[in-house]
């Protein structure tokens, strides 16, 4: 079908190719030239951050951020059933056991009582993933990290830009993460980024990310000559991706702006279809700012989930599920423990449909979705 509305479609950054033909006719290509420190400085600018390195993944992140903490084999993190799988397979890389918990209902973020139930003297870290750029309720989940002397690791691959009670997401935790994978609001195709506080961490995150050399002292002068320095790998991305995301993150406001009106126009349109199907649409709680990464509806039981994904392709529209439960995913079983079962994981898992956003949606587009989304009847 031709005019098929697809699930998710990249932005195309106007400086894109400019910026990709500048690295071409250059003599640096590799990481760490004009464009990576361009996307920095604009991410810790976004973000508030007080340091923050450009990775080839939100996946890579995490592991840098997991090699920081020197997780090991006798350490246990918390981490959601309800998550994308490097918030697990970072941590098991490592040889640490993760502890799955269950989610809050409401958000599908990790529920703090839940984080707080499954704290042995093993837990060396929990991961928080704001799930569709909405925070976590991260009150309680930092006072238990400090009760327990335990490491946040902020899984922010959603949230650039979200806030908790004025906070910036990612710079919250001890550790935070971001991804610009393209399925993301700023992309680069695949990249990430890692975001700290902490000079000492930075420092060696500098080291680990650069193969453990301490090259990227003797390329600002600091040292002259590099050498092994540390554990590490490959985590620097080429300045073909930090082109293309320093494009992107210089449109971050015309981005979101997009984005937020296809989000808010659905949140207009649909309650009163919702209500009336026992349908539960995506809601923030007063005090977070979301960054209309998704928005999904929470059908009544997994049949409806699945019917209305059908009624929607007939029309020639994609809206998918989304996460399959970390707990009881085959890699979950073995790397693993679930010290209490995580049904409102699953439940959320088998009920959530999530709508197309992409910012060049056109009105006509939208108003497509709304009514087949509309035509949609729950059978009881």
């Known amino acids: 079908m031709n005019d098929r509305i ?26 760490d030239g ?21 990775t080839t993944s939100c996946t890579h992140a ?16 918390i981490v959601p059933s309800f998550a994308f799988t490097s918030a697990a397979t970072a941590m098991a890389l490592r040889g640490s056991t993760c502890v799955f918990v269950d989610i809050d209902d409401a958000t599908g973020n990790i529920d703090p009582a839940a984080a707080a139930e499954a704290i042995t003297d093993r837990t060396k870290a929990i991961v928080v993933m704001h799930y569709g750029g909405v925070a976590a309720d991260m ?21 650039l830009g979200g806030t908790w009670r004025g906070r910036q997401l990612g710079t919250i935790g001890t550790v935070g993460t971001q991804s610009f994978h393209d399925t993301k609001n700023v992309h680069c195709g695949e990249g990430g980024a890692l975001l700290l506080s902490d000079e000492i961490l930075m420092g060696r995150a500098e080291i680990m990310r650069e193969k453990g050399t ?9 040292v002259d000559k590099y050498s092994w320095q540390d554990i590490g790998s490959s985590y620097l991305p080429s300045e073909l991706n930090a082109a293309v995301l320093d494009a992107q993150l210089a449109e971050f406001d015309t981005i979101q702006a997009a984005r937020h009106r296809v989000w808010d126009t659905y949140a207009a349109a649909l309650p009163d279809w919702a209500a009336a199907n026992d349908v539960r649409p995506m809601t923030v709680p007063a005090d977070r700012g979301h960054t209309a990464h998704l928005f999904y ?8 989930r699945d019917g209305i994904i059908a009624h929607l392709a007939e029309r020639g529209i994609v809206a998918p599920f989304h996460y399959i439960p970390l707990d ?5 079983l073995k790397y693993g423990r679930t010290p209490v079962p995580c049904t409102r994981s699953a439940e959320f898992s088998a009920t959530i449909v999530r709508l197309p956003l992409w910012p060049m949606l056109s009105e006509a587009q939208l108003g ?4 087949a989304v509309t035509e949609y009847r729950v059978q009881v």
């Open 214 to 222: 301490d090259r990227a002292r003797f390329l600002r002068g600091q």
């Open 368 to 371: 497509r979705v709304i009514d």
């Open 297 to 304: 509806l929470r059908m009544p039981t997994e049949d409806s």
């Open 6 to 31: 697809i699930f998710s479609r990249p932005f195309r950054a106007a400086a894109e190719r400019a910026n990709l033909s500048a690295v071409l006719d250059s003599d640096h290509s590799h990481g």
């Open 34 to 54: 004009q464009f990576t420190r361009s996307a920095t400085a604009k991410i810790k600018a976004i973000t508030g951050a007080e340091h923050a390195l450009l």
């Open 139 to 159: 009150e309680p989940l930092l006072a238990l990290a400090a009760q327990h002397g335990v490491a946040i690791i902020e899984d922010n691959a959603h949230g």
């Open 328 to 332: 009881s995913s085959p890699a979950g």
């Open 62 to 77: 995490l592991e840098l951020g997991a090699l920081l903490l020197e997780l090991g084999p006798d350490d246990e993190v």
